[in-house]
Nanobody, 120 residues
């Protein structure tokens, strides 16, 4: 069973920065990729960023140029570096991992979320 634990959220003023972390455990030998999503009050959960097994990355247009996703494979941890934060970035941020491979479940796991609040 894969478990994800996010951390690093908090309250910042507009223009500030935060770094979110998502530590994963339980992968064993399963292949996996990782993503960040966010959900603001009253809105649907939306995609933020993705990092593939080869290190290639994808970003939502709304965060491109401001957010950077990275990973430390030795620690099974993915990071979301968020710069130039805006009030509209306020949301609960979730990490997600998809697993697959021989002997592995082809499924997705979600973390519990970490709150980011940006004040103007």
């Amino acid at each position: 069973q894969v478990q994800l634990v996010e951390s690093g959220g908090g309250s910042v003023q507009a223009g500030g920065s935060l770094r979110l972390s998502c530590a994963a455990s339980g992968y064993n030998s399963c292949k996996h990729d990782m993503s960040w999503y966010r959900q603001a009050p009253g809105k649907e959960r939306e995609f933020v960023s993705f990092i593939d097994t080869d290190g290639s990355t994808t970003y939502a247009d709304s965060v491109k140029g401001r957010f950077t996703i990275s990973q430390d494979n030795a620690k099974n941890t993915v990071y979301l570096h968020m710069n130039s934060l805006k009030p509209e970035d306020t949301a609960m941020y979730y990490c997600k991992t998809d697993t697959w491979g021989i002997g592995c479940l082809d499924t997705s796991y979600w973390g519990q979320g970490t709150q980011v609040t940006v004040s103007s």
